[in-house]
């Protein structure tokens, strides 16, 4: 880590998906620089894991089994972790459904799975923490997972990607309504990190896994440390005046994909001459 020990010092911190993948990566990382704990996911098995691991380094942890889902069931959640700590400062929605599906192939329930954990999911918890920071007067930030596809759609992971896209809107929009009572509003948009969910449900083959690094202009694919580093200092003090703002980390995956010739990177250099001399010349 490149920061101070006490860069999150007593902040509490509800990370959603906390248990697994990248955010448990975060847990590990905010727990590190001295922030408390809570983290809720649907099996409790696996909270269970987390919170053995992380309690090895006397990193406070609260957890609960929850379907982020039930909007009742994180109000709830939402009150206990204010009763068990006494207050909360950062939220960070990082649970999330995704597979990789022709989109005629859906059916409702299968959209359904993915848009109301990711964007309905997203919506409650964020109320949830929203109207108690407004209630008590106490400033929050929100820290949005979202994906580099949200602005550009993308085939195959529509409902995430419609989803996603609506959870970039929820940031910019609460960036500014919530401005005055100190609630900021900010974002990571990942490239490919491999996890064991992501992977098991977007790259399930290696030929698919193979060419997820290859897309990527940087040559490799993200390190969980790279993204927490960018996480910590986004939800530090450091970084109060970034409200609304979604970085993108991702070794240029998404411009690549966007420029319309970056496919030339095929040709030769033999090819290059071929196409040079049957240019126009000049007049
Ligand atoms: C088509 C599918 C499907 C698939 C499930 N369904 N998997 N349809 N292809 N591969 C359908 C089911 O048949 C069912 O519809 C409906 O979806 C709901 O399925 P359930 O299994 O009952 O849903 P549920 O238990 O709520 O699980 C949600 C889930 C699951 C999204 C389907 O994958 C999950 O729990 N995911 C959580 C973790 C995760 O997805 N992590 C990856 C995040 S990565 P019917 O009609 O048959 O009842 C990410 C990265 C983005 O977001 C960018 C990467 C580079
Ligand atoms: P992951 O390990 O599968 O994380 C998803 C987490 O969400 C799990 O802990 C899961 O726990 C939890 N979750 C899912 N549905 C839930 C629900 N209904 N209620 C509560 N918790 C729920 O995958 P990951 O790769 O770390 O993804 C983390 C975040 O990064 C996601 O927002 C994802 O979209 C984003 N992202 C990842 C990549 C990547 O390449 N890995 C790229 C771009 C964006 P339970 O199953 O126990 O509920």
């Known amino acids: 880590m490149i920061f101070d020990r006490d860069l999150l010092k007593d902040k509490v911190i509800l990370i959603t998906g906390g248990g697994t993948g990248l955010g448990f990566e975060m847990a590990q990382a905010f ?7 809570a983290l809720v ?18 990193i406070p942890v609260w957890t609960r089994s929850l379907d982020i889902r039930d909007a009742a069931k994180v109000d709830t959640a939402v009150d206990d972790i204010f009763s068990h700590y006494g207050r909360l400062d950062v939220l960070v929605n990082n649970a999330a459904g995704n597979f990789i599906s022709p989109t005629e192939r859906l059916s409702p329930r299968a959209v359904d799975a993915v848009v109301n954990i990711v964007l309905h999911g997203t919506f409650y918890c964020t109320l949830a923490a929203g109207k108690r920071w407004i209630d008590r007067g106490h400033p929050g930030t929100v820290l949005n997972i979202t994906t580099t596809y949200a602005w550009t759609g993308s085939g195959y992971v529509v409902p995430s990607a419609v989803a996603k896209a609506g959870v970039l809107a929820l940031t910019r929009s609460l960036a500014v309504e919530w401005a005055p009572h100190h609630i900021r509003q900010v974002a990571i948009a990942p490239g490919p990190f491999p996890t064991e969910g992501a992977w098991s449900r977007l790259m399930p083959t290696e030929e698919l896994a193979t060419e997820a ?58 090819d290059w001459d071929k196409i040079r001399a049957m240019m126009p010349k000049k007049p």
């Open 31 to 37: 727990g590190s620089l001295g922030a408390k704990l």
């Open 41 to 58: 996911g649907r099996r409790q098995e696996v909270l269970d894991r987390a919170r053995a691991v992380l309690g090895q380094g006397n």
């Open 213 to 270: 690094g290859q897309r990527v202009p940087w040559g490799r694919v993200g390190r969980p440390e790279e993204l927490t580093t960018l996480a910590a200092y986004l939800i530090s003090d450091a970084a109060d005046y970034i409200n609304g703002e979604v970085i993108t980390i991702d070794g240029g995956e998404w411009l690549k994909g966007a420029g319309m010739f970056n496919a030339l990177e095929r040709l030769s250099p033999e």
